[in-house]
Structures are given as structure tokens and as C-alpha cells.
């Protein structure tokens, strides 16, 4: 078992049981108890972006407390968020693979990082209980993803990423997370500071959000169009970053939930940044042929047929997401076990398929470049069978088809930025799904659960404001 894990496992263990006995014995420190918890997510939220082992700690930190919280309050019963059904089906399947794995070890590792990561979305969902709270901790996530972006964006240029090899890592010196964080980042920034998403405009209103930044300025609110100045360099950079980054999966979802919020928002607007996206890929290709000859090996049948000198990756991630669709096909219901897929890739050599032929000495090999399938959907349907992709499909497409409906019920302008920003930013988690996360992502998983839950919170302030707006009409 991993060492990490395993000491959070033990650190878990015996301070929630000492927290039980505590509970038990003293309710009435179930005040305590929540502030603890709270402080714990503060402190995911603020070093997500910069420092992710701290991040994991606080996510450590808020689950012991938050068990002590409700067993003080005498509580057990799971929270109400519209994902629940879901969540608990896939859970339940992660778990039921356990029975089937091939490495005891690898799914405790990966499984139980399912477990409470599934456990933190919950306690945010619950705590996140009013308006004040969540806009604390999207400003906390606001400042250190900024820093991020910042670091990221120098970073590019002191280790010359746009005409070398090297890759932006950020401060988490990861370059497959950075850029998921750097774009969930932009996300929150254009739906939370930048645009108005403020319901039915008044007749004969078409502004664009630019026209709406110089009103603003008319009207003498230089402030506010300062924020939106500062966010969108922030944006530029955040680009940047993500190029400099050369991450393709991060690239595709940053692109739908961009386009995403730019339609709610006004179809103009989505004309006017599909043509920026445009122009900002062809100065991206333009400038740096490392960008470009990581997008051109997609395509590239030399390097699909290993006719190259040496060839590139594409054909790595195509082997190892058709060896994942012959281990779901052997075990379609159980799968192999959470996590389990690299020990049984590694023991099971006519999984490497297809092996490749070298044309001109005509040797035939299989390639070993990663013991993971490069991807989080067939990575599931491996290791944990159809069941569970299905529940996890499920939840994916509730990540959408939620917001889209509060944002469309609400009429409140800050529940309606919520929802766009949840949309945007699973969005852009369901495309890294296709070549970074998986849902054992310490970096990604539990980011994008965080504001899933700060949307399950909204989602029970707009009924309570549902609720007293008809007991204030029916008590008049």
C-alpha cells in the first residue's frame, strides 16, 4: 500500500475515533467540530493550485472533523445533493471490484481514493450551507489559482516552452494537472467576475459584455471594470500557460466550456470568441513548432505506422485504450478492479495490442509506454466494469444537465453565475478525462467534486429562497 495513503488511512482511523469519543461525550462542541471542518476545506481550496499535498491534508483535516461534526449533532443521514443516486451506485461498484481485482494493493491505493474524495464532495456540500461561505472559499480558489497562472506563465518563458521540448509544470510541477487547474481557473474567472448572467435583459437591450465594460466605465464604476480588466490579462495568461503546457485533453474541454458560457451569455459573444479561439491556435501553431508537432502527431500516419525514426506518443495512447477495450471485454461486469489495471497490463503481455512493426527492419513489439490507458473512460470500464461507467456517465451528465436547469429556473444573478461556472468546468473536466484525470486524480477528481458540491449547495439556497419568497407572499 502506498505510504501516503496508508498514513491517511491510520490518521483517519485514530482521530475519528478519539473525535467520536469526544462527540459522544461533549455534543456540544459540534460548533467546533464545523469550523474545523471548514477550515480544513480552506485549506484544499488555497493550496490546490500551488501545493496539492497540503491540499490533501486539508481534505484530510475537514473529513475527521466533519465525522465528529455530525456524530455531535447526532446526524448520520448523507446529505441531499441532486448527484446522490449516482454517486453512491458507482461508489458501491468501485468497492464490489475489489472482490475481483488483480492487485489488492493498487485498488486499496486508487479506491480508496474514490471513497473519500466522495466523502469531501459530500462535507463541502453540507458546509457550504450559505452564500457568504462559498463566495470565502471561491476567493480563496480565485487567489491561489491566479499565483498559479502567474508562475505558470514565467515559467513558459524561462524554460523556453515554446520552441523546446520542456512543458509547463506550474507550481505543482505537474504538467498534466496544471492545465486543468490553470483552465478550470479561467472558467470561474469569465463566469463569476467577468460576465453578468443577471436573467431576462430589458427590452431592446443588446449589449455585449465589452459594451457593458464601457457603460460601466461611463457610469463612473471604474472598479469594476478594473476586476474585468485584470481577469481577462489573467485569461491571456491562463492561454498561455495552457499552450506552454502542451496538453491536448486539457485543451479540448477548456475549448467546450469556454464556447459553453459564451453561448449562455449572448450568441454574439460565442461568434466573437470562436473567432478569437481561432486566432489565439493559429498564433499558437504559428509560433511554436513544439505546440504544433504535438497537435500534427494525432494525425500523422508515419508516426501511426511507426514509420518515423522514433516514433511519438499517439500511437502509445491508441494502444493502451485498445488494450483497456480487450480487459473490458474478457471481464465486462466485474472488471479487473479499481486501480488494478497496470498489475494486470504488466502480467499479461497479449494485452499489448496492436504491436508494432518497424517497416523497414520488419521487427514486430509491443509497446510498453505507460501501464495506465491514457484515459478515464476506458480506464473505468476496465477496471470497474460497465456497471459502474454507467453510473459514472450518469453523474457526468448530471454535472451539466443540473446547472443548465437551475440557470434556467433561477432568477437569482449569483445562483445563475454558480451554474455556469459548474457547466464550464465539467466541461473541461470531461474532456482531460479523455487524456489526463482519472477518479483517483488527487489534483483533478477531487477539484472538480469541490465546485459539483458548491453547486449542490446552491442548488438547496435556491429552494430555501424558493421557500421563503412563498412564505412572505402567502403570509402578505
Request: one cysteine or more; aromatic letters at 18%.
Amino acid at each position: 500500500m502506498n505510504s501516503a495513503l496508508l498514513a491517511k488511512i491510520i490518521s483517519i482511523s485514530i482521530s475519528s475515533v478519539v473525535l467520536i469519543i469526544l462527540s459522544l461525550k461533549k455534543p456540544n462542541l459540534s460548533g467546533i467540530f464545523e469550523t474545523l471542518s471548514l477550515f480544513g476545506i480552506f485549506l484544499f481550496a488555497l493550496f490546490i493550485p500551488i501545493k496539492d499535498g497540503l491540499a490533501i491534508f486539508g481534505m484530510v483535516f475537514s473529513i475527521i472533523f466533519f465525522v465528529a461534526y455530525r456524530i455531535a449533532k447526532r446526524d448520520i443521514a448523507l446529505p441531499k445533493t441532486p448527484f446522490n443516486l449516482p454517486i453512491i451506485i458507482y461508489v458501491f461498484f468501485v468497492i464490489f471490484s475489489f472482490l475481483f481485482t488483480y492487485s489488492l494493493k493498487n485498488s486499496i491505493n486508487q479506491g480508496g481514493e474514490v471513497v473519500y474524495f466522495f466523502v469531501f464532495f459530500f462535507l463541502v456540500s453540507e458546509l457550504m450551507s450559505s452564500k457568504p461561505r462559498i463566495k470565502f472559499m471561491l476567493y480563496t480558489f480565485t487567489f491561489s489559482v491566479s499565483v498559479a497562472i502567474i508562475y505558470g506563465f514565467l515559467q513558459g518563458f524561462l524554460i523556453n516552452a515554446a520552441h523546446s521540448a520542456n512543458r509547463v509544470t506550474g507550481l505543482i510541477g505537474n504538467w498534466d494537472g496544471f492545465p486543468v487547474q490553470a483552465s478550470y481557473g479561467i472558467m470561474l474567472f469569465l463566469a463569476f467576475y467577468i460576465l453578468s448572467f443577471s436573467g431576462v435583459k430589458p427590452a431592446g437591450k443588446t449589449e455585449t459584455a465589452p459594451a457593458e465594460y464601457f457603460s460601466k466605465l461611463k457610469t463612473g464604476n471604474f472598479f469594476v471594470f478594473l476586476r474585468s480588466a485584470g481577469f481577462s490579462l489573467l485569461i491571456l495568461l491562463g492561454f498561455v500557460s495552457i499552450i506552454f503546457a502542451k496538453s491536448r485533453s486539457a485543451w479540448i474541454g477548456l475549448i467546450a466550456g469556454i464556447f459553453t458560457i459564451m453561448f449562455l451569455k449572448s450568441k454574439k459573444l460565442f461568434v466573437y470568441t470562436l473567432i478569437a479561439v481561432i486566432f489565439i491556435n493559429a498564433a499558437s501553431f504559428y509560433t511554436s513548432a513544439t505546440f504544433r508537432s504535438r497537435v500534427f502527431a494525432m494525425f500523422n500516419p508515419k508516426v501511426l505506422n511507426c514509420e518515423s525514426a522514433s516514433h511519438g506518443d499517439i500511437e502509445s495512447h491508441i494502444a493502451l485504450i485498445k488494450s483497456a477495450a480487450a480487459v473490458f471485454l474478457r471481464f465486462p461486469f466485474t472488471g479487473i478492479g479499481a486501480g488494478a489495471f497496470s498489475s494486470y497490463f504488466n502480467s499479461h503481455k497479449d494485452v499489448h495490442f496492436p504491436f508494432y512493426t518497424n517497416r523497414k527492419t520488419g521487427k514486430k513489439y509491443y509497446d510498453t509506454y505507460d501501464n495506465w490507458p491514457e484515459n478515464g473512460y476506458m480506464q473505468t470500464l476496465s477496471e470497474t466494469g460497465i456497471f459502474s461507467f454507467i453510473a459514472l456517465m450518469w453523474l457526468f451528465f448530471l454535472g451539466i444537465k443540473e446547472p443548465f436547469r437551475l440557470f434556467k429556473n433561477s432568477k437569482d444573478k449569483w445562483i445563475r453565475k454558480i451554474s455556469v461556472m459548474t457547466a464550464g468546468i465539467s466541461l473541461v473536466f470531461y474532456g482531460s478525462f479523455l487524456g489526463i484525470s482519472n477518479m483517483s486524480n488527487n489534483e483533478l477528481t477531487d477539484l472538480w467534486l469541490f465546485f459539483l458540491a458548491i453547486f449542490a449547495s446552491a442548488v438547496n439556497l435556491q429552494k430555501k429562497y424558493s421557500l421563503e419568497t412563498v412564505i412572505n407572499r402567502d403570509g402578505k
